[in-house]
């Protein structure tokens, strides 16, 4: 599977070349192989949905993209939705190019297609790739990307993460992780 895997990421890559989606990726990847070994789920649907889940973003223009997400209110969710619906048409021809496993591929996209904008879990790997993409603002790259693209103030951006991990996260080991992640961080001044 290691290497469909390596097949799917590199498909994936030039979709990615936007927002530090390389960063990002290679860091809900880590979270995701770590809650798949703690939480469950199944690696065939959880992998692939991770190096696909964002390749949607290349379908909003440059321009707009700090408009379409964020830690602040207001962002434009149509233009957020756009990335998730345009990344499961991506995805599909993407697992199709693969040859991957069509029994799984209608999952994938449902992840995908809902990834942001969906507030229930439609299963262990919808929740497993939920809490892996949030674990990212969570993760000493994540916390000082958005720190710096939004030109937030890292201590109480902080706050904030702490704040929301309760209704933000899926699983327990979700909710663990991300409060082990804030308190290991070391705040630049």
């Given at each position: ?42 690696e ?23 408009k379409a ?56 790997n ?45 699983t ?18």
């Amino acid at each position: 599977m290691e290497k469909k895997y390596h097949s799917i990421q590199q498909l994936a890559a030039p979709y990615l070349n936007t927002r530090q989606n390389d960063i990002h990726v290679a860091v809900v990847l880590r979270y995701a192989r770590l809650l798949l070994g703690l939480e469950g789920g199944q690696e065939a649907i959880v992998i692939p949905a991770v190096l696909l889940h964002d390749v949607g973003w290349s379908r909003v223009p440059e321009d707009l993209l700090l408009k379409a997400f964020g830690p602040r209110p207001g962002y434009d969710r149509n233009l957020n939705r756009i990335h998730e619906v345009e990344g499961a048409k991506i995805a599909r021809e993407i697992l199709d190019q693969v040859e991957y496993d069509a029994d799984y591929i209608d999952q994938i996209t449902e992840i995908i297609e809902g990834h942001d904008s969906r507030w229930q879990v439609l299963s262990i790997n919808d929740a497993v790739v939920k809490d892996a993409d949030k674990l990212f603002r969570y993760s000493k790259e994540g916390f000082y990307i958005d720190c710096e693209r939004f030109a937030l103030n890292p201590a109480e951006h902080r706050i904030y993460l702490y704040d929301i991990v309760e209704e933000w996260f899926f699983t327990d080991t979700g909710k663990k992780m991300a409060r082990e992640e804030l308190a290991g961080l070391r705040i630049r001044g």
